[in-house]
């Protein structure tokens, strides 16, 4: 290919050298017909003109020498061109150069052609796929709907079921606070030392009495004395205070005189945070003394029946309760939140869910501390306020 190019060149380089050879040429006959009209002694007869024709075929018989002379080196260059080792049958000349660019065209657009055709087989195939692929796709989107309709009913009957089973254990309506309203009489019972159950919220069912009769083959059982005896001695008493120190407060206490009444209803009662939150729980203001139990008993009994009341009617209202306060909207809270805190100086105020107000004061007039407790009612029939 180098050797090609290069005899490309220098044919290129003679076409143009012979270019400039005919131009000089021409200009020479311009030039050499100037000089004769200007030449002295030129006379512009025939004789001066064939002078000077003369001198000009002259000078043009130099330049066409030359111009044989360069057109024999170019032939001698074209002969001396020959294909590269590699293309033994390749062209050496224009022509057969471009018959080989057209037949290289030809294939070309042949394998073009190719091209297409297989381009096109591939677009064919790739609109068959798709055109499945929606028919698969709406298939599918038709199964989901059918599966999530079956799934939509399979669930209804399972929260049907949860909820069935969820009511078959969830035992009577109110049933924490009527506990709690009887284990706060049991608690004030104890608290007061009146556990013979004077202050209870109802009579303790009474034990079915001893039979007078036995069954025919029956005999009573006889206790044997020694055996019983021997029992307790070993057991020691279940009541007794274990260890000295307690044996001794209790004999203390047992040799202290009985208090007067008016004392005792004056008696703080020890109260936990668990015992004031059930109190609260059940809309009841909390007894701060003995003598505060009786009414807090009273309070009990009241929150305990309109409970109960409360329960009739959530079962009369297929489950829900009749008297049950709305529930605060969002922006209730947040108004709640961003209210301003009370000021210095004046007592706190607080209050939880069961309607229960509390506020502590500090530096009272016995220089401790003083707590108010004021039950909101939680029903109709419900709880006593009190300080």
């Keep these: 290919m180098q050797h090609e190019s290069m005899t490309l060149t220098q044919e290129k380089a003679c076409l143009e050298e012979m270019k400039k050879l005919r131009a000089a040429r021409r200009a020479v006959v311009a030039a050499a017909g100037a000089n004769a009209a200007a030449a002295p002694g030129d006379d512009g007869s025939r004789a001066g003109a064939i002078d000077r024709i003369k001198a000009a075929d002259e000078r043009l018989n130099a330049i066409k020498a030359e111009e044989e002379a360069a057109k024999a080196e170019l032939t001698a260059a074209r002969a001396a061109d020959a294909p590269h080792p590699g293309a033994a049958d390749a062209p050496t000349d224009i022509g057969a150069l471009i018959a080989a660019r057209n037949e290289a065209r030809a294939s070309s657009e042949e394998a073009y052609n190719k091209i297409k055709a297989l381009r096109a087989e591939f677009k064919a195939g790739m609109d068959a796929w798709w055109a499945s692929e929606k028919e698969f796709r709406a298939w599918r989107a038709v199964d989901r709907k059918v599966k999530d309709a079956a799934w939509a009913v399979e669930k209804a009957a399972r929260d049907a079921e949860r909820a069935a089973r969820r009511a078959e254990f969830a035992g009577e309506p109110f049933d924490r606070e009527v506990s709690t309203c009887d284990q706060l009489a049991a608690y004030l019972a104890a608290a007061t030392g009146q556990a013979n159950g004077a202050v209870t919220t109802a009579a303790a069912p009474a034990a079915p009495a001893a039979p007078t009769t036995l069954p025919p083959g029956c005999k009573p059982l ?49 109260h936990t945070l668990e015992s004031m939150a059930a109190f609260a729980s059940v809309g009841v203001a909390v007894p701060l003394t003995a003598g505060d139990a009786a009414a807090a008993v009273k309070a009990l009994d009241a929150a305990k029946a309109g409970f109960l009341a409360r329960r009739e009617k959530v079962k009369a209202n297929g489950g829900v309760d009749p008297d049950a306060p709305p529930k605060p909207a969002k922006k209730d809270k947040a108004a709640a939140k961003a209210a301003p805190a009370s000021p210095s100086g004046a007592p706190s105020p607080a209050s939880d869910g069961a309607g229960v107000s509390v506020s502590i004061e500090v530096g009272g007039a016995d220089a401790g501390v003083g707590v108010k407790l004021t039950a909101r009612p939680a029903s109709a029939d419900g709880a006593v306020a009190a300080a």
Aim: no cysteine; charged share 35%.
């Design 222 to 270: 006889a206790k044997k004395p020694d055996v019983v005896a021997d029992l307790a001695a070993f057991a020691g008493d279940a009541g007794a205070p274990r260890g000295k120190a307690a044996r001794a407060r209790a004999a203390k206490a047992k040799a202290a005189p009985v208090a007067a009444p008016e004392e005792a209803a004056k008696k703080r009662l020890p």
